[in-house]
């Protein structure tokens, strides 16, 4: 109906009426002349008729009326001899049409003519050109008969219902997509000049299950061809020169055989990919693959053997990958093995190496019944990709010749690798990582390998045997990790390992022979590791790369020149450097004998049964000294020289408790006592330097004396929880980033001699409520009182610039303006004022629910505001919603971009001026008075009417939410309670019971002993 409003529209539109008729009888209309053809009021006729049938006759007809769109239509003869063509989209989308009569002079479908109409029966024994889509989606069209046909068009009967289909001997090709998407086409037989089939000519015609050539000399099947077909078998004939890519794709073959031929062929990439029924493929002679194809057979999980011809050289990418039935390959000619070509296939048992010189990367990765590689060449170059081999889980190999050359990963996770000599030129990262069953590695004597790469024999857990030719000097990173190893451990001439080289190995000896150059925890967590042997041409050792081998307990250094183990003790020769304390050594309590000048890194470090050291004379302490002793409790220096302490130097000690320095300490470097978690007193009135993060996090520090400390550096003291003493010297200069922050500081008073106190300083100090800044202090930096319980602070007149969030989250705090004539800014109620500009720099303690700004301000400020809205992190909603109301008097003439932004939740602002705000605000709804004389404010739409500070129901739920909460732990609390009394109950019960039993059984007893 709605086709047929539009029609007339459009013809009356154009002042076209209706002057005569052509002949009417029912529902069935006859034209004659072509003139009804070119009337346009034909077209109206038959709409206002409701015409379900159309007859064309007449030799004075030389063309038909278009009708496309109309749905009344359900039948056409067409039987005037003069019409020779059916014109371009002539009865497109007729969706009632079901027959069509042509005369036998029609020769030529025109582009779309028949496009998505209902048609199901029209004679086409005389037509000769079938257009593009001509009958595309004609899905009820079955039979057609084209016995005249020359050419068929491309999408010609595209996603329509024919269900056969048989080419005479005229047509020469199959048109691109002629017949693709027909679901219903079960066969079709070819004429015999077909050459050529066309890209997704058949496509996706599942039903099609046969496909008979009928004498045709196929020269080129084209890309897509069959792809998604029903078809079980096919055959490439030697006539077939080209083939497509994916030209068989996803399709039902059971069978594809290439037949014998003189001239060569290629398969292209993905012609049989994902042909899951695909059991049988005949390759023959002179039929290869294209070196530049993938993935060909891709995913055939039906295939079980193939036998390639002996010119193929070459399987492309992924040519069988993920074939999971592929039990068996033959291929005498086979030389180079594309990435990923067998990857997954799981049953793959073997494979004709003998000529093969190049694996690529994953060709046989996860090939689990793989069992052997022996049949390549021992002689030649072989080339072994990243993953060639990775998670061959029964693969089994005894050696590397020194022609091949592998890259990283190779051999990943072959667990049946059970020994292996190794003479190839490199050994690339992750070459064996994993190989659970490897228990032994040797080198080759001949063999010019230097470096074993990083991660290569990770996670090797039964690796018992290993000895390391001279030529091996380099370790990779991480390349033993989680190896068993041998328990006597030689390193034999290695001079460099790299970081977790042999991290939680379980050797319980090692041997150093040579200077090497460790680099950071080589030897980590090897905990069995007991005692280290060091050759007599060592001249340096470290504990670092030994990180947390808690059972180390003693060196031998026999026939060593430049060291000694004494006592326990590993020292230089002439003792007067202590190198190295055993971790694992049963000493607790320790004095520095007095021929000791020098403490090297890491010395004390991991130790697990120190507990206390003396020191009782000058000594130059290196960084790191005492890192991570864990057991150390007690350390007292009592010398009559000054001393200083490195970087690190207690670092991490969790047990320290007391550090007595009964001499003068001059300098504590950073990290110094950093995570010294235990420490609760030292004195330091006699230090003058402390680096950064000296103190950072010992937790149960609670006084400081800093009396000659000058500058304290950021983070210094950092949660530092329950320090809540310090005395500051009165030469103080400044105080760092962050030095305080969350420290248990209950007060503190800077002296006038300081200068600068950087951002963050008292952060999160909850418990601070006093705090006096020096007069000097010029700038109060941001974020310096955050978060604090301050009630009070002085702001003097030396300084000139406060940031907005200094004092943010301090609910209690009053500021006091000194010298109110002199000083540049002033407080009016909560506000802090920027006298000279009358600007609002910021707000302070907490706000009310509505707050008005003072009318002595003109100007509001970037971030000016704290409504200080509190939002609870755990179940991410807000406690406290802060300041919800904002009032901002006549007085304020301009407000700055994100004045408001620290208020979340804003909902209500008021202005109580004239001047047009342009800055935008986050606030839900802007209230002007009836003197502001635009229609927006704030870049937002404005309420005309006094100030409502009423927030919805929305806002109240958050409260409850809060409530919601406290009710939640209340219940918790009394099932907890109601857990409890009923274990209690019980318990009393089974005494009582017990007693009532013991009970009867004495009355039971009484009258025998009587």
Request: with cysteine.
């Amino acid at each position: 109906m709605l086709c047929q409003l539009t029609v007339i529209q459009s013809l009356l539109q154009n002042r076209v009426f209706i002057n005569r008729a052509p002949q009417i009888n029912g529902k069935e209309i006859t034209i004659t002349e072509q003139k009804d053809i070119e009337d346009p009021s034909t077209k109206i006729l038959i709409i206002k008729n409701n015409i379900s049938k159309i007859i064309f006759k007449g030799d004075n007809i030389t063309s038909i009326l278009s009708i496309s769109g109309l749905p009344m239509i359900t039948n056409v003869d067409i039987e005037a001899k003069n019409v020779y063509t059916i014109p371009n989209d002539c009865f497109e989308n007729c969706i009632h049409l079901e027959t069509v009569k042509l005369s036998s002079n029609i020769k030529t479908i025109g582009q779309s003519a028949f496009k998505n109409s209902g048609l199901k029966d029209i004679n086409l024994e005389s037509v000769e050109v079938v257009g593009v889509e001509a009958f595309s989606s004609c899905s009820r069209l079955t039979k057609i008969n084209l016995a005249a046909a020359v050419n068929i068009s491309e999408y010609a009967f595209s996603e329509s219902g024919v269900e056969s289909f048989t080419f005479n001997d005229k047509v020469i090709e199959v048109a691109m997509s002629a017949f693709q998407d027909c679901l219903s086409l079960t066969s079709v037989k070819l004429g015999s000049k077909i050459t050529k089939i066309n890209s997704y000519a058949f496509s996706g015609c599942l039903s099609r299950k046969n496909f008979d050539k009928g004498g045709a000399s196929i020269d080129t099947i084209d890309s897509n061809a069959f792809e998604y077909t029903g078809l079980k078998e096919f055959i490439i004939d030697a006539t077939i020169t080209t083939l497509g890519g994916y030209a068989f794709y996803q399709s039902k073959l059971e069978k594809l055989t290439f037949a014998e031929r003189s001239a060569e062929l290629l398969i292209p990439e993905y012609i049989c990919k994902n042909c899951i029924y695909l059991k049988s493929i005949i390759i023959p002679e002179n039929v290869k693959f294209n070196s530049h194809g993938s993935n060909i057979f891709g995913s055939c999980v039906s295939l079980e053997s193939i036998k390639l011809p002996l010119e193929v050289k070459v399987i492309p990418k992924a040519t069988f990958s993920n074939c999971s039935n592929l039990v068996k390959v033959e291929g005498s000619g086979i030389e180079e093995i594309g990435a990923y070509a067998f990857y997954c296939c799981i049953k793959l048992s073997s494979f004709p190496f003998d000529h093969v010189s190049k694996i690529k990367e994953y060709s046989f990765s996860f090939c689990s019944s793989l069992k052997d590689i022996s049949k390549l060449s021992t002689t030649t170059h072989i080339a072994f990709g990243s993953n060639s081999f990775s998670y061959c889980t029964s693969l089994k190999i005894e050696k590397l010749y020194s022609k091949y050359t592998l890259e990283q990963y190779a051999f990943l996770g072959c667990s049946k690798i059970e020994s292996i000599t190794i003479s190839c030129q490199n050994l690339a990262e992750g070459s064996f990582a994993g190989c659970l069953g490897l228990k032994a590695v040797s080198f080759d004597s001949i063999s010019l390998l230097q470096e074993i790469g990083p991660y290569c024999f990770m996670n090797c857990t039964n690796l018992k045997t290993i000895q390391f030719t001279d030529n091996i000097n380099i370790i990779g990173y991480n390349a033993f990790e989680g190896c068993h190893l041998p328990d006597n451990f030689d390193l034999n001439k290695i001079n460099t390992i790299y970081k977790h080289a042999f991290a939680k190995c379980q050797m319980k000896s090692l041997t150093i022979n040579t200077n090497i150059y460790f680099d950071e925890k080589c030897f980590i967590e090897c905990n069995k590791l007991e005692k280290i042997i060091i050759g007599q041409n060592v001249d340096q050792f470290s504990l670092y790369p030994f990180f947390n081998c808690s059972n180390l307990a003693s060196f031998v250094c026999e026939n060593n020149e430049n060291m000694v183990y004494n006592d326990g003790i590993l020292m230089s020769k002439d003792k007067s450097t202590l190198i190295a304390f055993p971790p694992a050594t049963n000493i607790e309590e320790y004095t520095i004998p007095n021929d000791v000048t020098q403490i090297y890194q890491h010395a004390f470090a991991f130790s697990t049964k120190l507990k206390k050291i003396n020191l009782n004379h000058y000594i130059e302490v290196s960084n790191y000294a005492f890192y991570f002793c864990y057991s150390l409790v007690k350390f007292i220096l009592e010398t009559n020289a000054q001393i200083s302490f490195g970087s690190f130097t207690f670092y991490n000690c969790i047990s320290l408790k007391s550090i007595k320095f009964l001499s003068p300490v001059y300098s504590l470097g950073i990290f110094c006592f950093a995570g010294c978690v235990k420490l609760k007193e030292i004195d330091l009135s006699s230090c003058s330097l402390i680096g950064e993060y000296c103190f950072f996090g010992c937790i149960k520090l609670k006084e400081i004396n800093l009396s000659k400390v000058e500058i304290i550096p950021y983070y210094a003291f950092q949660s530092c929880c329950e320090l809540s003493s310090v005395v500051l010297s009165e030469q103080l200069v400044s105080i760092g980033e962050s030095a305080f922050a969350s420290a248990g500081l209950k007060s503190i008073t800077i002296p006038n001699s300081c200068k600068k106190v950087d951002s963050y300083a008292f952060h999160s100090c909850k418990d601070l409520s006093s705090c006096e800044f020096s007069s000097s202090v010029t700038k109060i930096n941001s974020k310096i009182l955050y978060n604090t319980s301050i009630s009070h602070f002085k702001i003097y007149d030396s300084v000139i610039s406060i940031e907005t969030d200094a004092f943010q989250y301090s609910n209690n705090l009053k500021i006091e303006i000194v010298n109110p004539q002199t000083n540049k800014f002033m407080v009016d109620g909560q506000a802090l004022i920027y006298k000279p500009t009358k600007k609002l720099v910021l707000t302070f303690g907490k706000l009310p629910q509505e707050y008005k700004i003072p009318s002595s301000v003109e100007v509001i400020g970037k971030l000016s505001i704290n409504s200080n809205a509190i939002k609870d992190e755990e179940l991410e909603y807000p406690t406290e919603l802060g300041t919800t109301t904002v009032i901002i008097p006549s007085s304020v003439k301009s407000v700055e971009l994100r004045a408001f932004e620290n208020c979340q939740y804003l909902y209500n602002l008021c202005y109580e001026g004239d001047v047009f705000q342009t800055s935008s605000v986050n606030a839900k709804q802007i209230f002007v008075t009836d003197k502001y004389p635009y229609l927006l404010a704030f870049q937002k739409n404005i309420i005309r009417t006094d100030c409502n500070n009423k927030i919805p129901d929305s806002y109240n739920l958050i409260q409850a939410l809060k409530n919601m909460k406290i009710l939640v732990a209340v219940l918790i609390t009394i099932a907890v309670l109601a857990i409890i009394g009923c274990i209690i109950l019980g318990i009393v019960l089974c005494v009582s019971k017990k007693k009532g039993g013991k009970s009867d059984s004495d009355n039971d007893i009484e009258p025998d002993n009587a």
